[in-house]
């Protein structure tokens, strides 16, 4: 069974930041896909970055590009990291984790993926 665990979060400072990570277990030897998504009080669940298996492809929200890096370890559990720089008031949101095990997908699309991560608050004040 797929599992997705997220940890890091917390609550910051504008301009600080943060490092959140899913590691993934019960995948096999399947290839995958693993996004992040986030979803502010009253607002529908956004893309915000994802990162293709072998690591050769990611994709970005716009407005985290240069601020945000995603990336990833295939070690024995795999693990995702999200790393938040230069973090802004707007950034406050649940942040998730996401799989999908489909190929030439929109990786963009919260409909692609498959499993969720349980969110992770991430809390910026100004």
């Known amino acids: 069974q797929v599992q997705l665990v997220q940890s890091g979060g917390g609550v910051v400072q504008a301009g600080d930041s943060l490092r959140l990570s899913c590691a993934a277990s019960g995948v096999g030897s399947r290839t995958y896909t693993i996004g992040w998504f986030r979803q502010a009080p009253g607002k529908e669940r956004d893309f915000v970055a994802a990162i293709s298996w072998s690591g050769s492809n990611t994709y970005y929200l716009d407005s985290v590009k240069g601020r945000f890096t995603i990336s990833r370890d295939n070690a024995v559990t795999p693990t995702v990291y999200l790393q938040m720089t230069s973090l802004k008031p707007e950034d406050t949101a649940v942040y998730y984790c996401?799989?999908?095990?489909?190929?030439?997908?929109?990786?963009?699309?919260?409909?692609?993926?498959?499993?969720w991560g349980q969110g992770t608050q991430v809390t910026v004040s100004s």
């Open positions: 996401t799989i999908t095990f489909r190929r030439n997908s929109d990786y963009t699309t919260e409909t692609t993926y498959d499993y």
